[in-house]
């Protein structure tokens, strides 16, 4: 099986004046694709995980695999979330989420990826969290259902907000796409 990536479902200037088209265009076409391109590389020296879903990749026991399969799942989520219908209204079940989530996005140490995402299994009210996990790691190997995403490796911001991360993270709350962390939520 050869591992594509789903590119956003928008125009790459979709997002402006949040995420700029230029970052756009190469976090897709480039840093994006090049996990894909990696990850079918390092599959090709492991025949007996060619027909793996890439949701079973991302927990791998070979640390290549686990990471540009975690490159590509991550992206696709990540597009899936955002939306150039801009400044749609908070569903009441995540406004207390997003201090948390902007405070951890802006604490988080090097790159990584800040999640929400629900655990299977609890209690609602108590089922939904913040976490923030290194390079391409996934919730899905932690068991952990993700609801929402923010990419924060430089590459996803450096080209228009250089070193101010807080100023990227705060734009991010007006491309998310509630209706679709909602539906993914209420489907589960």
Known sequence: MIHTILKPQFAY??????????????HTEKHH??????????????????DTYLPELVTSAIPAVKN???GVWNHNFFWSIITPDKDQS????????????????????????????KTPGA???????????????SPLSL????????DVWEHAYYLKYQNRRPEYIENFW???????????????
Do not use: C
Request: charged share 20%.
């Open 90 to 117: 908070v569903p009441n079940r995540y406004k207390s989420f997003i201090p948390e989530f902007t405070e951890a996005a802006t604490k988080l140490f090097g790159s990584g990826w800040t999640w929400l995402v």
């Open 123 to 137: 209690l609602e009210g108590s089922d939904i969290e913040v976490i923030n996990l290194p390079n391409q790691d």
């Open 33 to 50: 694709q090049t996990y894909a391109d990696k990850l079918n590389a390092a599959l090709a020296d492991h025949p007996e995980l060619q």
């Open 174 to 188: 007006h491309i998310v796409n509630w209706q679709q962390v909602d539906n993914i939520y209420i489907n589960l």
């Open 13 to 26: 200037d979709a997002l402006e004046p949040y995420f700029d088209q230029a970052t756009m265009e190469i």
């Open 143 to 150: 068991g952990k259902i993700p609801l929402l995403a923010l």
């Open 68 to 70: 540009f399969a975690g």
